[in-house]
Nanobody
Framework: QVQLVESGGGFVQPGGSLRLSCSAPVGLFTMYPMGWFRQAPGKQRELVASIFSSGRTTYPDSVRGRFTISRDNTENMAYLQMNSLKPEDTAVYYC????????????WGRGTQVTVSS
């Protein structure tokens, strides 16, 4: 059983920033690409950032230029720096390792709530 633990969410005003953290078991960061997902109320979970072993990152248009994914293989941590936050970024954010189809590889953790509101 792979345990993924997200943290760092909170309440922020539009235009603000948050940095999310993801803790994962030792060794997995060197084996699989990592992604951050989010799920807003009433919506499907969506992938918002990916990072590969090469260091290549990908983002959908909705967050490109505002979100930055990174990882620390030695600390077994991944991060999502979120800047210029908008109300539509409000969601529960999850990390997970990715399959070749950009889907979640393991069971979901509890996620971390991000609320953007004035």
């Amino acid at each position: 059983q792979v345990q993924l633990v997200e943290s760092g969410g909170g309440f922020v005003q539009p235009g603000g920033s948050l940095r999310l953290s993801c803790s994962a078991p030792v060794g997995l960061f060197t084996m699989y690409p990592m992604g951050w997902f989010r799920q807003a109320p009433g919506k499907q979970r969506e992938l918002v950032a990916s990072i590969f072993s090469s260091g290549r990152t990908t983002y959908p248009d909705s967050v490109r230029g505002r979100f930055t994914i990174s990882r620390d293989n030695t600390e077994n941590m991944a991060y999502l720096q979120m800047n210029s936050l908008k109300p539509e970024d409000t969601a529960v954010y999850y990390c997970n390792f990715l399959t070749s189809n950009y889907e979640a590889r393991f069971d979901w953790g509890r996620g971390t709530q991000v609320t953007v509101s004035s």
